[in-house]
Protein backbone atom coordinates (compact mmCIF):
# COMPACT_ATOMS: atom_id res chain seq x y z
CA UNK A 1 0.00 0.00 0.00
CA UNK A 2 1.51 3.29 -1.19
CA UNK A 3 2.29 5.69 1.88
CA UNK A 4 0.25 8.32 0.67
CA UNK A 5 -2.71 5.78 0.81
CA UNK A 6 -1.53 4.84 4.07
CA UNK A 7 -1.85 8.31 5.63
CA UNK A 8 -5.07 8.98 4.16
CA UNK A 9 -6.35 6.13 5.98
CA UNK A 10 -4.58 6.62 9.26
CA UNK A 11 -6.39 10.42 8.94
CA UNK A 12 -9.65 9.51 8.14
CA UNK A 13 -10.99 9.19 11.64
CA UNK A 14 -10.23 12.61 12.44
CA UNK A 15 -10.86 13.85 8.87
CA UNK A 16 -14.29 12.05 9.76
CA UNK A 17 -14.54 13.91 13.08
CA UNK A 18 -14.01 17.51 11.10
CA UNK A 19 -16.47 16.85 8.95
CA UNK A 20 -19.35 15.24 11.46
CA UNK A 21 -18.94 17.87 13.97
CA UNK A 22 -18.01 21.03 11.84
CA UNK A 23 -19.62 20.18 8.50
CA UNK A 24 -23.00 18.22 9.53
CA UNK A 25 -22.51 19.52 13.02
CA UNK A 26 -23.61 16.62 14.69
CA UNK A 27 -23.35 16.60 18.61
CA UNK A 28 -20.27 14.87 19.86
CA UNK A 29 -22.57 12.38 21.49
CA UNK A 30 -23.22 11.34 18.01
CA UNK A 31 -20.54 11.77 15.96
CA UNK A 32 -17.53 10.44 18.49
CA UNK A 33 -19.08 6.85 18.51
CA UNK A 34 -19.04 6.82 14.74
CA UNK A 35 -15.61 7.51 14.61
CA UNK A 36 -14.55 5.10 16.75
CA UNK A 37 -16.26 2.61 15.03
CA UNK A 38 -14.34 3.46 11.94
CA UNK A 39 -10.88 3.37 13.43
CA UNK A 40 -11.75 0.28 14.93
CA UNK A 41 -12.88 -1.16 10.98
CA UNK A 42 -9.61 0.81 9.89
CA UNK A 43 -7.46 -0.92 12.26
CA UNK A 44 -8.82 -4.44 11.46
CA UNK A 45 -9.29 -4.53 8.20
CA UNK A 46 -6.43 -2.10 6.45
CA UNK A 47 -4.07 -2.23 9.55
CA UNK A 48 -4.14 -5.97 10.16
CA UNK A 49 -4.79 -5.14 14.00
CA UNK A 50 -5.78 -8.32 16.01
CA UNK A 51 -9.33 -8.44 17.71
CA UNK A 52 -7.95 -8.85 20.65
CA UNK A 53 -5.47 -6.05 20.59
CA UNK A 54 -8.31 -3.20 19.10
CA UNK A 55 -10.63 -4.24 22.53
CA UNK A 56 -6.95 -4.26 24.64
CA UNK A 57 -6.76 -0.97 23.39
CA UNK A 58 -10.18 0.21 23.97
CA UNK A 59 -9.98 -1.28 27.37
CA UNK A 60 -7.18 0.75 28.38
CA UNK A 61 -9.14 3.77 26.70
CA UNK A 62 -11.28 3.30 29.16
CA UNK A 63 -9.09 3.58 32.13
CA UNK A 64 -7.92 6.38 30.93
CA UNK A 65 -11.19 7.96 30.68
CA UNK A 66 -11.81 6.97 34.29
CA UNK A 67 -8.68 9.15 35.58
CA UNK A 68 -10.42 12.45 33.30
CA UNK A 69 -13.35 11.91 34.69
CA UNK A 70 -12.16 12.00 38.00
CA UNK A 71 -10.60 15.31 37.68
CA UNK A 72 -13.48 16.96 35.96
CA UNK A 73 -15.82 16.25 38.08
CA UNK A 74 -13.66 16.93 41.27
CA UNK A 75 -13.20 20.53 39.53
CA UNK A 76 -16.51 20.87 38.21
CA UNK A 77 -17.74 20.01 42.17
CA UNK A 78 -15.85 22.32 43.75
CA UNK A 79 -17.13 25.14 41.46
CA UNK A 80 -20.77 24.23 42.46
CA UNK A 81 -19.62 23.54 45.96
CA UNK A 82 -18.87 27.45 46.18
CA UNK A 83 -21.64 28.22 44.45
CA UNK A 84 -24.25 26.64 46.35
CA UNK A 85 -21.91 28.15 49.51
CA UNK A 86 -21.94 31.63 48.33
CA UNK A 87 -18.64 32.15 47.82
CA UNK A 88 -19.04 33.14 44.16
CA UNK A 89 -20.73 35.83 44.96
CA UNK A 90 -18.74 37.23 47.53
CA UNK A 91 -15.71 36.46 44.68
CA UNK A 92 -17.98 38.29 42.07
CA UNK A 93 -18.76 41.45 44.40
CA UNK A 94 -15.55 41.94 45.73
CA UNK A 95 -14.48 42.48 41.51
CA UNK A 96 -17.20 44.75 41.13
CA UNK A 97 -15.88 47.75 43.11
CA UNK A 98 -11.95 48.00 41.83
CA UNK A 99 -11.86 50.39 39.31
CA UNK A 100 -14.85 52.35 37.13
CA UNK A 101 -12.50 52.00 33.91
CA UNK A 102 -14.03 49.03 31.86
CA UNK A 103 -10.98 48.59 30.79
CA UNK A 104 -8.89 47.97 33.47
CA UNK A 105 -12.35 45.87 34.50
CA UNK A 106 -11.59 43.75 31.51
CA UNK A 107 -8.38 42.75 32.51
CA UNK A 108 -8.99 41.75 35.91
CA UNK A 109 -11.96 39.76 35.62
CA UNK A 110 -11.43 37.97 32.26
CA UNK A 111 -8.03 37.78 32.39
CA UNK A 112 -6.46 37.37 35.74
CA UNK A 113 -9.75 36.02 37.14
CA UNK A 114 -10.60 33.69 34.00
CA UNK A 115 -7.06 32.25 33.72
CA UNK A 116 -7.43 31.20 38.16
CA UNK A 117 -10.44 29.56 36.96
CA UNK A 118 -8.77 27.86 33.78
CA UNK A 119 -6.07 26.58 36.18
CA UNK A 120 -8.68 25.44 38.72
CA UNK A 121 -11.82 24.15 36.79
CA UNK A 122 -10.76 24.14 32.87
CA UNK A 123 -13.30 22.19 30.16
CA UNK A 124 -14.79 26.66 29.60
CA UNK A 125 -15.54 27.12 32.93
CA UNK A 126 -13.72 30.53 32.63
CA UNK A 127 -15.90 32.04 29.84
CA UNK A 128 -19.29 30.49 31.51
CA UNK A 129 -17.92 32.00 34.99
CA UNK A 130 -16.38 35.26 33.40
CA UNK A 131 -19.15 36.47 30.96
CA UNK A 132 -22.02 36.25 33.38
CA UNK A 133 -19.96 38.39 35.74
CA UNK A 134 -18.94 41.15 33.34
CA UNK A 135 -22.62 41.54 32.20
CA UNK A 136 -23.80 41.56 36.02
CA UNK A 137 -21.25 44.41 36.36
CA UNK A 138 -22.61 46.51 32.91
CA UNK A 139 -20.66 45.08 30.12
CA UNK A 140 -22.70 44.31 26.64
CA UNK A 141 -23.65 40.11 26.27
CA UNK A 142 -21.38 39.85 23.20
CA UNK A 143 -18.72 41.59 24.85
CA UNK A 144 -18.56 39.34 27.55
CA UNK A 145 -18.83 36.85 25.75
CA UNK A 146 -15.89 37.57 23.35
CA UNK A 147 -13.72 38.51 26.25
CA UNK A 148 -14.46 35.16 27.92
CA UNK A 149 -13.61 33.21 24.65
CA UNK A 150 -10.15 35.10 24.37
CA UNK A 151 -9.01 33.93 27.86
CA UNK A 152 -8.86 29.96 26.80
CA UNK A 153 -5.77 30.34 25.43
CA UNK A 154 -2.81 30.91 27.52
CA UNK A 155 -3.86 29.24 30.83
CA UNK A 156 -5.53 26.58 28.92
CA UNK A 157 -2.32 24.38 28.68
CA UNK A 158 -2.73 23.96 32.38
CA UNK A 159 -6.14 23.98 32.67
CA UNK A 160 -7.82 21.64 35.22
CA UNK A 161 -5.16 21.44 37.34
CA UNK A 162 -3.09 20.07 34.19
CA UNK A 163 -5.39 17.91 32.49
CA UNK A 164 -4.41 18.52 28.92
CA UNK A 165 -0.74 17.55 29.52
CA UNK A 166 -1.03 14.89 32.78
CA UNK A 167 -3.80 13.29 30.41
CA UNK A 168 -3.93 14.82 27.08
CA UNK A 169 -0.33 14.53 25.92
CA UNK A 170 0.76 11.44 28.54
CA UNK A 171 -1.81 9.14 26.73
CA UNK A 172 -1.60 10.90 23.41
CA UNK A 173 2.20 9.59 23.59
CA UNK A 174 3.27 6.34 22.59
CA UNK A 175 5.06 6.04 26.23
CA UNK A 176 5.76 2.60 26.31
CA UNK A 177 7.83 2.74 22.96
CA UNK A 178 9.51 6.31 23.86
CA UNK A 179 10.12 5.62 27.30
CA UNK A 180 12.14 2.66 26.75
CA UNK A 181 14.18 5.29 24.25
CA UNK A 182 14.30 7.28 27.54
CA UNK A 183 15.58 4.46 28.98
CA UNK A 184 17.94 4.06 27.26
CA UNK A 185 19.67 7.14 27.02
CA UNK A 186 19.56 7.73 31.10
CA UNK A 187 16.53 8.87 31.29
CA UNK A 188 12.77 8.67 32.28
CA UNK A 189 9.40 9.32 30.89
CA UNK A 190 8.97 11.59 33.54
CA UNK A 191 11.61 13.57 33.02
CA UNK A 192 10.56 14.10 29.40
CA UNK A 193 7.42 15.20 30.58
CA UNK A 194 8.56 17.75 32.32
CA UNK A 195 10.80 19.02 29.68
CA UNK A 196 7.77 19.37 27.36
CA UNK A 197 5.84 21.64 30.06
CA UNK A 198 8.97 23.64 30.49
CA UNK A 199 8.42 24.17 26.27
CA UNK A 200 4.87 24.88 26.72
CA UNK A 201 5.14 27.25 30.03
CA UNK A 202 8.22 29.72 28.45
CA UNK A 203 6.71 29.62 24.51
CA UNK A 204 2.93 30.10 26.34
CA UNK A 205 4.35 33.17 28.39
CA UNK A 206 6.05 34.80 25.71
CA UNK A 207 3.09 34.76 23.45
CA UNK A 208 0.04 34.93 26.47
CA UNK A 209 1.74 38.43 27.83
CA UNK A 210 -0.20 40.44 24.95
CA UNK A 211 -3.40 38.80 25.28
CA UNK A 212 -4.63 41.64 28.45
CA UNK A 213 -3.51 44.03 25.77
CA UNK A 214 -5.96 42.12 22.76
CA UNK A 215 -8.65 41.80 24.52
CA UNK A 216 -8.70 45.71 25.47
CA UNK A 217 -8.13 46.61 22.05
CA UNK A 218 -10.77 44.51 20.72
CA UNK A 219 -13.40 45.56 23.45
CA UNK A 220 -12.55 49.39 22.45
CA UNK A 221 -12.45 48.66 18.83
CA UNK A 222 -15.54 46.84 18.62
CA UNK A 223 -17.56 47.87 21.76
CA UNK A 224 -16.35 51.10 22.37
CA UNK A 225 -18.29 54.62 21.45
CA UNK A 226 -15.86 56.19 18.86
CA UNK A 227 -15.22 52.35 17.98
CA UNK A 228 -11.09 53.02 17.72
CA UNK A 229 -7.86 51.60 18.24
CA UNK A 230 -6.59 54.51 20.75
CA UNK A 231 -8.81 54.21 23.62
CA UNK A 232 -7.18 50.69 23.77
CA UNK A 233 -3.69 51.41 23.55
CA UNK A 234 -4.40 53.67 26.53
CA UNK A 235 -3.95 51.20 28.66
CA UNK A 236 -0.96 49.74 27.27
CA UNK A 237 1.69 49.56 30.31
CA UNK A 238 -1.06 48.55 32.38
CA UNK A 239 -2.12 45.82 30.00
CA UNK A 240 1.37 44.62 29.75
CA UNK A 241 2.17 44.77 33.51
CA UNK A 242 -0.79 42.47 33.51
CA UNK A 243 0.51 40.16 30.79
CA UNK A 244 3.76 39.84 32.81
CA UNK A 245 1.96 39.61 36.37
CA UNK A 246 0.62 36.48 35.08
CA UNK A 247 3.12 34.91 32.65
CA UNK A 248 6.13 35.32 35.03
CA UNK A 249 5.16 33.40 37.83
CA UNK A 250 3.25 31.12 35.57
CA UNK A 251 6.86 30.36 33.38
CA UNK A 252 8.51 29.90 36.66
CA UNK A 253 5.61 27.89 37.82
CA UNK A 254 5.40 24.96 34.88
CA UNK A 255 9.55 25.15 34.68
CA UNK A 256 10.26 24.42 38.63
CA UNK A 257 6.64 22.96 40.34
CA UNK A 258 5.25 20.87 36.65
CA UNK A 259 1.92 20.91 34.87
CA UNK A 260 -0.95 21.27 38.13
CA UNK A 261 0.03 24.63 39.32
CA UNK A 262 1.15 27.09 36.06
CA UNK A 263 -2.09 28.99 35.38
CA UNK A 264 -3.78 28.29 39.18
CA UNK A 265 -0.62 29.84 40.93
CA UNK A 266 -0.02 32.39 38.11
CA UNK A 267 -3.62 33.48 38.07
CA UNK A 268 -3.57 33.72 42.07
CA UNK A 269 -0.02 35.27 41.93
CA UNK A 270 -1.47 37.95 39.11
CA UNK A 271 -4.35 38.58 40.83
CA UNK A 272 -2.77 39.52 44.25
CA UNK A 273 -0.36 42.31 42.60
CA UNK A 274 -2.83 43.65 39.60
CA UNK A 275 -5.64 44.38 41.91
CA UNK A 276 -3.68 46.13 44.17
CA UNK A 277 -1.68 48.03 41.55
CA UNK A 278 -5.47 49.06 39.88
CA UNK A 279 -7.02 49.76 43.39
CA UNK A 280 -3.81 52.30 43.94
CA UNK A 281 -3.67 53.96 40.50
CA UNK A 282 -0.24 51.83 39.36
CA UNK A 283 -0.65 52.48 35.64
CA UNK A 284 -4.03 53.17 35.60
CA UNK A 285 -4.81 55.16 32.77
CA UNK A 286 -5.74 58.86 33.90
CA UNK A 287 -9.26 58.91 31.49
CA UNK A 288 -11.84 56.55 32.85
CA UNK A 289 -13.22 54.29 29.36
CA UNK A 290 -16.66 53.42 29.42
CA UNK A 291 -19.18 52.16 26.84
CA UNK A 292 -22.20 54.36 25.26
CA UNK A 293 -25.39 54.43 27.21
CA UNK A 294 -26.68 51.27 27.01
CA UNK A 295 -29.98 52.53 25.24
CA UNK A 296 -27.67 53.42 22.20
CA UNK A 297 -26.28 49.33 21.88
CA UNK A 298 -26.93 47.56 18.63
CA UNK A 299 -29.67 45.12 19.68
CA UNK A 300 -27.16 42.35 18.75
CA UNK A 301 -24.64 43.30 21.70
CA UNK A 302 -27.67 41.85 23.75
CA UNK A 303 -28.68 38.95 25.88
CA UNK A 304 -31.40 37.85 27.42
CA UNK A 305 -30.67 36.61 30.80
CA UNK A 306 -30.65 39.22 33.35
CA UNK A 307 -27.27 39.21 35.55
CA UNK A 308 -27.71 40.46 39.54
CA UNK A 309 -24.89 39.94 41.66
CA UNK A 310 -26.76 38.50 44.68
CA UNK A 311 -28.55 35.93 42.00
CA UNK A 312 -26.49 32.74 43.49
CA UNK A 313 -27.83 31.12 47.01
CA UNK A 314 -26.18 31.83 49.76
CA UNK A 315 -26.85 30.30 53.86
CA UNK A 316 -24.54 33.04 55.29
CA UNK A 317 -22.44 36.08 54.51
CA UNK A 318 -18.86 34.51 53.47
CA UNK A 319 -16.06 36.72 53.96
CA UNK A 320 -13.24 37.34 51.16
CA UNK A 321 -11.18 35.41 52.95
CA UNK A 322 -13.96 32.43 53.30
CA UNK A 323 -14.42 32.60 49.72
CA UNK A 324 -11.00 32.43 48.02
CA UNK A 325 -9.69 29.71 50.77
CA UNK A 326 -10.96 26.81 49.45
CA UNK A 327 -9.28 27.82 45.85
CA UNK A 328 -6.11 28.54 47.94
CA UNK A 329 -6.51 25.08 49.54
CA UNK A 330 -6.18 23.61 46.40
CA UNK A 331 -2.73 25.12 44.80
CA UNK A 332 -1.17 24.37 48.48
CA UNK A 333 -2.31 20.24 48.64
CA UNK A 334 -1.26 20.07 44.91
CA UNK A 335 2.14 21.62 45.90
CA UNK A 336 2.41 19.24 48.93
CA UNK A 337 1.41 16.39 47.38
CA UNK A 338 4.11 17.23 44.31
CA UNK A 339 6.90 18.36 46.03
CA UNK A 340 7.19 16.14 48.93
CA UNK A 341 7.85 12.69 47.96
CA UNK A 342 6.89 11.08 51.10
CA UNK A 343 3.41 12.79 50.82
CA UNK A 344 3.06 11.97 47.05
CA UNK A 345 4.14 8.34 47.41
CA UNK A 346 1.32 8.29 50.32
CA UNK A 347 -1.24 9.30 47.91
CA UNK A 348 -0.09 6.89 44.94
CA UNK A 349 0.02 4.02 46.91
CA UNK A 350 -3.81 3.84 46.45
CA UNK A 351 -3.23 2.25 43.27
CA UNK A 352 -5.86 0.56 40.69
CA UNK A 353 -3.73 -1.31 38.48
CA UNK A 354 -4.41 -2.94 34.80
CA UNK A 355 -1.18 -4.84 33.11
CA UNK A 356 -1.22 -5.74 30.15
CA UNK A 357 -4.85 -6.02 29.37
CA UNK A 358 -6.07 -8.88 27.48
CA UNK A 359 -2.80 -10.47 27.16
CA UNK A 360 -1.31 -7.36 25.27
CA UNK A 361 1.98 -6.25 26.00
CA UNK A 362 2.62 -2.43 27.28
CA UNK A 363 -1.10 -1.87 26.94
CA UNK A 364 -2.46 -1.28 30.57
CA UNK A 365 -2.99 1.52 32.39
CA UNK A 366 -3.67 2.49 36.25
CA UNK A 367 -5.98 4.96 37.93
CA UNK A 368 -4.64 6.58 41.39
CA UNK A 369 -7.80 8.07 42.87
CA UNK A 370 -6.05 9.95 45.83
CA UNK A 371 -3.18 11.45 44.23
CA UNK A 372 -4.74 12.56 40.71
CA UNK A 373 -6.34 16.23 41.44
CA UNK A 374 -9.86 15.07 41.15
CA UNK A 375 -8.79 13.82 44.79
CA UNK A 376 -7.38 16.83 46.23
CA UNK A 377 -10.19 18.49 44.82
CA UNK A 378 -12.77 16.43 46.05
CA UNK A 379 -10.67 16.48 49.68
CA UNK A 380 -10.96 20.44 49.47
CA UNK A 381 -15.32 20.09 48.58
CA UNK A 382 -15.55 18.53 52.00
CA UNK A 383 -13.35 20.93 53.67
CA UNK A 384 -15.65 23.36 52.03
CA UNK A 385 -18.75 21.85 53.49
CA UNK A 386 -17.68 23.34 56.91
CA UNK A 387 -15.37 26.20 56.22
CA UNK A 388 -18.67 27.32 54.76
CA UNK A 389 -21.02 25.75 57.20
CA UNK A 390 -23.25 24.87 54.15
CA UNK A 391 -26.68 22.93 54.13
CA UNK A 392 -26.88 19.31 53.57
CA UNK A 393 -29.18 19.65 50.89
CA UNK A 394 -27.02 22.84 48.96
CA UNK A 395 -23.99 19.74 48.89
CA UNK A 396 -26.54 17.65 47.33
CA UNK A 397 -27.23 19.95 44.60
CA UNK A 398 -24.00 20.79 43.72
CA UNK A 399 -22.71 17.16 43.73
CA UNK A 400 -26.47 16.40 41.31
CA UNK A 401 -25.10 19.65 38.98
CA UNK A 402 -21.79 18.17 38.66
CA UNK A 403 -22.73 14.61 37.59
CA UNK A 404 -25.36 15.64 35.25
CA UNK A 405 -21.97 17.89 33.80
CA UNK A 406 -19.81 14.62 34.01
CA UNK A 407 -22.56 11.84 32.37
CA UNK A 408 -22.50 14.36 29.59
CA UNK A 409 -18.47 14.47 28.94
CA UNK A 410 -18.17 10.85 30.35
CA UNK A 411 -20.31 10.06 27.45
CA UNK A 412 -18.26 11.69 24.71
CA UNK A 413 -15.07 10.01 26.16
CA UNK A 414 -15.67 6.53 26.14
CA UNK A 415 -15.67 6.94 22.81
CA UNK A 416 -12.99 9.47 22.10
CA UNK A 417 -9.81 8.45 24.08
CA UNK A 418 -10.06 4.46 23.10
CA UNK A 419 -10.23 5.96 19.47
CA UNK A 420 -6.77 7.50 20.05
CA UNK A 421 -5.30 4.48 21.72
CA UNK A 422 -6.65 2.33 18.76
CA UNK A 423 -4.69 4.71 16.56
CA UNK A 424 -1.57 4.83 18.96
CA UNK A 425 -1.23 0.98 19.68
CA UNK A 426 -1.79 0.51 15.91
CA UNK A 427 1.76 -0.40 15.45
CA UNK A 428 1.39 -4.22 16.60
CA UNK A 429 0.33 -5.48 13.23
CA UNK A 430 0.24 -8.67 11.17
CA UNK A 431 0.95 -6.62 8.13
CA UNK A 432 4.32 -5.24 9.33
CA UNK A 433 3.20 -1.24 8.71
CA UNK A 434 3.97 1.28 11.32
CA UNK A 435 0.60 2.77 13.45
CA UNK A 436 -1.39 5.15 12.34
CA UNK A 437 -0.02 8.48 13.90
CA UNK A 438 3.42 7.65 12.68
CA UNK A 439 2.17 6.96 8.78
CA UNK A 440 0.81 10.13 9.04
CA UNK A 441 3.77 11.61 9.89
CA UNK A 442 6.01 10.34 7.87
CA UNK A 443 3.97 11.74 4.69
CA UNK A 444 3.52 14.76 6.27
CA UNK A 445 7.08 15.58 6.65
CA UNK A 446 7.94 14.48 3.11
CA UNK A 447 5.38 16.49 1.75
CA UNK A 448 6.06 19.78 3.85
CA UNK A 449 9.69 19.50 5.06
CA UNK A 450 11.58 21.41 7.59
CA UNK A 451 8.93 24.13 7.67
CA UNK A 452 6.46 21.81 9.38
CA UNK A 453 6.93 24.07 12.96
CA UNK A 454 5.26 26.67 11.69
CA UNK A 455 2.41 24.46 10.86
CA UNK A 456 2.14 22.63 13.90
CA UNK A 457 0.60 24.81 16.25
CA UNK A 458 -2.36 24.70 13.40
CA UNK A 459 -2.80 21.60 13.45
CA UNK A 460 -3.16 21.39 17.23
CA UNK A 461 -5.85 24.50 16.98
CA UNK A 462 -8.01 22.24 14.41
CA UNK A 463 -7.37 19.72 16.52
CA UNK A 464 -9.03 21.77 19.53
CA UNK A 465 -11.59 23.29 16.81
CA UNK A 466 -13.15 20.03 16.12
CA UNK A 467 -13.12 18.51 19.25
CA UNK A 468 -13.57 21.32 21.85
CA UNK A 469 -11.13 20.24 24.08
CA UNK A 470 -7.16 20.90 24.42
CA UNK A 471 -6.85 18.01 25.99
CA UNK A 472 -8.65 15.76 23.37
CA UNK A 473 -6.93 17.35 20.58
CA UNK A 474 -3.35 16.24 22.74
CA UNK A 475 -4.91 12.85 22.79
CA UNK A 476 -5.35 12.90 19.32
CA UNK A 477 -2.69 14.66 17.91
CA UNK A 478 0.64 14.62 20.12
CA UNK A 479 1.99 10.78 18.39
CA UNK A 480 1.47 12.11 15.03
CA UNK A 481 3.11 15.20 16.00
CA UNK A 482 5.60 13.12 17.87
CA UNK A 483 6.57 11.46 14.85
CA UNK A 484 6.60 14.18 12.45
CA UNK A 485 9.75 15.58 14.14
CA UNK A 486 10.93 12.10 14.80
CA UNK A 487 11.05 11.72 11.03
CA UNK A 488 12.29 15.00 10.41
CA UNK A 489 15.44 14.83 12.75
CA UNK A 490 13.60 17.77 14.85
CA UNK A 491 12.95 18.20 18.65
CA UNK A 492 10.11 16.23 19.77
CA UNK A 493 9.75 17.16 22.95
CA UNK A 494 9.53 20.90 21.35
CA UNK A 495 6.95 19.74 19.00
CA UNK A 496 4.47 18.51 21.04
CA UNK A 497 4.81 21.19 23.16
CA UNK A 498 3.60 23.52 20.10
CA UNK A 499 0.88 21.19 19.56
CA UNK A 500 -0.19 22.11 22.93
CA UNK A 501 -0.12 25.26 22.80
CA UNK A 502 -2.03 25.62 19.49
CA UNK A 503 -4.44 23.40 20.79
CA UNK A 504 -4.51 25.83 23.89
CA UNK A 505 -5.79 28.71 21.29
CA UNK A 506 -8.21 26.47 19.27
CA UNK A 507 -10.09 26.91 22.19
CA UNK A 508 -10.67 30.59 21.12
CA UNK A 509 -12.64 29.13 18.14
CA UNK A 510 -14.01 26.14 19.51
CA UNK A 511 -17.96 26.02 18.56
CA UNK A 512 -18.93 24.14 22.34
CA UNK A 513 -17.01 26.96 23.84
CA UNK A 514 -18.71 29.81 22.54
CA UNK A 515 -22.14 28.07 22.51
CA UNK A 516 -21.51 27.56 26.42
CA UNK A 517 -20.23 30.59 27.06
CA UNK A 518 -23.06 32.11 24.75
CA UNK A 519 -25.87 30.79 26.91
CA UNK A 520 -24.73 31.66 30.18
CA UNK A 521 -25.61 35.43 29.30
CA UNK A 522 -28.62 34.17 26.52
CA UNK A 523 -26.65 35.16 23.55
CA UNK A 524 -27.21 32.06 21.50
CA UNK A 525 -27.69 32.06 17.82
CA UNK A 526 -25.39 34.96 17.31
CA UNK A 527 -22.13 32.31 17.89
CA UNK A 528 -20.74 33.16 14.30
CA UNK A 529 -20.63 37.07 15.22
CA UNK A 530 -18.55 35.84 18.08
CA UNK A 531 -16.48 33.60 15.72
CA UNK A 532 -15.89 36.00 13.64
CA UNK A 533 -13.69 38.11 16.15
CA UNK A 534 -12.01 35.83 18.00
CA UNK A 535 -10.52 34.14 14.69
CA UNK A 536 -7.97 37.19 14.75
CA UNK A 537 -6.25 36.51 18.37
CA UNK A 538 -6.25 32.76 17.14
CA UNK A 539 -4.17 33.81 14.13
CA UNK A 540 -2.11 35.64 16.10
CA UNK A 541 -1.67 32.86 18.71
CA UNK A 542 -0.36 30.16 16.31
CA UNK A 543 1.13 31.97 14.12
CA UNK A 544 4.02 33.75 16.21
CA UNK A 545 3.84 30.19 18.38
CA UNK A 546 4.96 28.69 14.97
CA UNK A 547 7.82 31.30 13.89
CA UNK A 548 8.92 30.99 17.78
CA UNK A 549 9.41 27.04 17.23
CA UNK A 550 11.02 27.87 13.32
CA UNK A 551 13.68 30.63 15.23
CA UNK A 552 14.52 27.72 18.39
CA UNK A 553 15.14 24.72 15.75
CA UNK A 554 16.53 26.29 12.55
CA UNK A 555 18.91 29.27 14.54
CA UNK A 556 18.87 28.19 18.30
CA UNK A 557 18.97 24.44 17.85
CA UNK A 558 16.89 23.02 20.45
CA UNK A 559 17.22 19.65 20.60
CA UNK A 560 15.95 16.21 22.52
CA UNK A 561 18.92 16.10 24.94
CA UNK A 562 16.77 13.24 26.59
CA UNK A 563 16.53 10.69 23.60
CA UNK A 564 20.29 11.47 22.76
CA UNK A 565 19.48 13.98 19.92
Known amino acids: ?17 AILLVGLRWPAKH ?11 IGLFAWDMSINRILASTLQGLVITIGVLWIIFGAILLLNTLKYSGGISTIRSGFATISPDRRVQAIIIAWLFGCF ?81 SNVAIIHAIVGTFIPLIMVLMLTRFFGKEKSWKAGFEVLPFALFAGLAFTLPYAATGVFL ?21 HYGF ?45 VLVGALLVISRVFPDVGGALKSVVMVFPDLLGEKGVGGNFMPLYLPGGILVAVVIATVFLHRMHARSLVKAVSESSRVLLGAGFVL ?13 GVNAGSL ?71 AGNMVAIHNVVAASATVGLLGREGATLRKTLWPTLYYVITTGVIALIAINLLGVSDPLLGK
Open 1 to 17: MQAGTLAFLAFSPILLA
Open 31 to 41: AMPVVYLVTAA
Open 117 to 197: IEGASGFGTPAAIAAPLLVAIGFPAMAAVMLGMLVQSTPVSFGAVGTPIIIGVNSGLDSATIGAQLVEHGSSWAQFLQLIT
Open 258 to 278: GPEFPSLLGGLVGLAIVTTAA
Open 283 to 327: LVPRTTWDFADPKEWPAEWLGTVEMKLDQLPRHHRISTVRAWLPY
Open 414 to 426: LFTVPMVRILINS
Open 434 to 504: PSMPIAMAQWVADSVGHIYPLLAPSVGALGAFIAGSNTVSNMMLSQFQFGVATTLGISGALVVAIQAIGAA
